[in-house]
C-alpha cells in the first residue's frame, strides 16, 4: 500500500545511489551497539548491583553474618575466575534513606550469566540468604546487566 513502510531497511529504487551500506552507514552505530547488548553472555561479564536494606538495629548482625558466610563464597569465586569483582558497601547517605534502615550497595562482577546463576543456587548461598532475609524488612533492589561503557584509573 502507499504510504506504508514494512519496517525493513531497503535501498529506495527511487533513489539508486542510495544502498544498503549506505543505509547501514547511517545506523551502523545503532547496530553495532544492539548486536553487543546481544552478545553471547558466555564470553561477556555481568555487573549486578543491588541494594540491601537491612533493619539498623541488626546491622551489626548481618555484617557479621555477611563476612562469617558470603566472603568464603566469594573468595571461592574470584579464586575459580567466576568473580572478577565483589563488594559490599555500608551506605553513607543517598537519595532514598530511610528511617530504621541501614543500606548496603552490593557490586559484583561475574564472569557471565552463567557464574552469576552459580552463585545464586549455591547451597552455601541459598543458607546464607534465608537467614539475610529474616533480617530485611524491606525487599532488596535488583539490576544486572553488561557494562556498555567503563573507565579505570
Known amino acids: 500500500m502507499a ?14 545511489s542510495q544502498s544498503r551500506t549506505a543505509l547501514k552507514g547511517r545506523t551502523g552505530l545503532r547496530v ?3 548486536a553487543a547488548i546481544r552478545g553471547s553472555s558466555a564470553s561477556r561479564s555481568e555487573v549486578t548491583a543491588i541494594v540491601l536494606r537491612i533493619a539498623s538495629d541488626r ?17 571461592d569465586f574470584t579464586r575459580r575466575g567466576r568473580f ?3 563488594r559490599l558497601v555500608r551506605a553513607g547517605g543517598g537519595s532514598e534513606t530511610r528511617s530504621g534502615i541501614q543500606d548496603y550497595l552490593l557490586h559484583i562482577v561475574a564472569a557471565d550469566h552463567d557464574a552469576h546463576e552459580e552463585h545464586d543456587s549455591d547451597p552455601r548461598f541459598r543458607a546464607f540468604l534465608a537467614k539475610a532475609e529474616k533480617l530485611q524488612p524491606e ?7 553488561n557494562a556498555i561503557f567503563e573507565r579505570r584509573s
Open 32 to 34: 553495532k551497539a544492539a
Open 3 to 16: 504510504g506504508k513502510s514494512s519496517g525493513k531497511a531497503t535501498a529506495n529504487p527511487a533513489k539508486p
Open 139 to 145: 525487599p532488596p533492589l535488583v539490576w544486572f546487566g
Open 84 to 86: 572478577s569483582e565483589a
Open 59 to 75: 546491622s551489626t548482625e548481618f555484617e557479621a553474618m555477611f563476612e562469617a558466610e558470603e566472603i568464603p563464597i566469594w573468595e
